[in-house]
Nanobody, 123 residues
Framework: QVQLAESGGGLVQAGGSLRLACAAS????????MGWTRQAPGKERELVGV????????VYIDSVKGRFTISRDNVKNTVYLQMNSLKPEDTAVYYC????????????????WGQGTQVTVSS
């Protein structure tokens, strides 16, 4: 009942920045925890950060702390991922995900997720 659509990916040099957006539509009244995941070529998908849908709490994996920031605009039903100081190892398809249960996001089985947007960081 919820659809997620990512945008904002692209090609950037190492040290550059990108801002990804995740627009939610459909039944968006639920208290969903939102997360950003990524999947690099030949690697498993990993959860890089989460943000409470109605709260302000955020958490990130160690490799992106201090570089990535998750924010939200509930009026626009949009979640953002600001990525600074990008590294080649950040290259991946980035997906937006939503779940009412945090552990489901951590396990990679959220109720909803989008189609992904490609981020490529050159050296």
């Amino acid at each position: 009942q919820v659809q997620l659509a990512e945008s904002g990916g692209g090609l950037v040099q190492a040290g550059g920045s990108l801002r990804l957006a995740c627009a939610a539509s459909g039944r968006t009244s639920g208290a969903y925890i939102m997360g950003w995941t990524r999947q690099a070529p030949g690697k498993e998908r990993e959860l890089v950060g989460v943000i409470g849908w109605t709260g302000g709490s955020t958490v990130y994996i160690d490799s992106v702390k201090g570089r990535f920031t998750i924010s939200r605009d509930n009026v626009k039903n949009t979640v953002y991922l600001q990525m600074n100081s990008l590294k080649p190892e950040d290259t991946a398809v980035y997906y937006c995900a939503a779940s009412t249960i945090l552990n489901n996001l951590r396990r990679g089985v959220p109720e909803y997720w989008g189609q992904g947007t490609q981020v490529t960081v050159s050296s």
